[in-house]
């Protein structure tokens, strides 16, 4: 038996019936995606630096060098791929100088505060010794893709803090660091770095007049040294670091002239009497026969007559037997006259034996008088 029309038309009108459900189309809205972890091998993640397209192929050839440095081979290094497979083994070694670049992500309210979230480090000719990305112990709010080139998908293969720490204090351990602004990195990372091993392109540029701006940024300065641009879009920390390090070695040698100055040390040798120097010398205090004494001499001292060079004036030395050297004469600012054995102990007169002005003043008699005053000194 088939259904009337009017069965149909209420149907269509009431909607299909129940367990022919339509399924519900799973849809996102614009900039609501969903935060689920991505693959390593998605759109999201990206293992090579992006290379710099903004390069005339002339400028890669040029053999034009400055200051022993070819242009054509700087260029090159900078805007080669992440892997450098053309270079001997010598090359592929940390060797003296590394370069490090770090980049940050935004975490706290608005992603105001940076938290490291990549490393990378390259040596003298480019070659990448080092690259991580690290895994973050806050939530992040901002990931800065647009200037950092971090995505979420980045985290799947993050390492931690600490083992991302050691591993570039390491290999920076003795050896000189290239970098820009490397207070940021360096700050990033919680490690110091003696600033004698330090090569900040970003001070030193404006130090030796290579820019007229006190703070320059990095792509300024490889636009004006090397005539190739970086940074145009998202940033990668080893085409960053390539970078520093092109710019260090093509001023290496002006560079490095106020870090190789070594200082002057000039040795000031002053003639002693020959009585006095076996009194000074501890060594030769050793070698020094003893001889007999008599118990007399045991309470005394023995004095020396002892003029520096280029002194007009002559000081009374008095060494004991314990070799300690003293000065004779030397007063405070009232002369005393200090017996040996301790037991008369008098403060002197004048040179023609009239009253001192403290004891002038104390004949008076007035309230305000100062009385007598006598320094003691123990022997």
Known sequence: MSASSNWLALQKKIGSPAGQRKRRKLSHEPGHAPSLPLSPSSSLSRAAPPPVTSVIPSLLSDTTE?????????????CSSQELRGLPEKDRLPGTYIAIDCEMVGVGPNGLESSLARVSAVNYAGFVLFDSFVRQRERVTDWRTQWSGIR????????????????VSDLLNGRILVGHALHNDLQALMLPHPRAQTRDTQLLAYRHGQTKNRLPA?????????????????????????????????????????FNIKPIRVKLEMQTSEKI????????????????????????????????????KQYDIKVAKSG?????????????VVKQNGKKRAAARGPSGAMNWWEKTSVGGSSGAIQSMTSTVST
């Not at 400055?66 to 900078?78: C, I, K, P, W, Y």
């Open 66 to 78: 400055v200051n022993g440095e070819t242009l054509g081979a700087l260029r090159s290094m900078v």
């Open 152 to 167: 979420p998908g980045d985290m799947s293969r993050a390492k931690p803090f600490n083992e991302v720490q050691k591993t």
């Open 218 to 258: 990095l792509r300024n300065l490889v636009k004006d040294m090397l005539g190739i641009a970086i940074q145009e879009g998202e940033h990668n920390s080893i085409v960053d670091a390539r970078a520093t390090m092109a710019i260090y070695r093509l001023h290496r040698k002006q560079w490095d002239q106020a």
């Open 277 to 312: 120097l076996p009194y000074l010398s501890s060594k030769s205090k050793r070698k020094r026969k003893q001889e007999p004494k008599d118990d007399k001499e045991d309470n005394q001292d023995h004095e020396y007559s002892f003029s520096p060079v280029q002194s007009k």
């Open 324 to 336: 300690a050297v003293q000065r004779k004469g030397i007063s405070s600012g009232l002369s005393v």
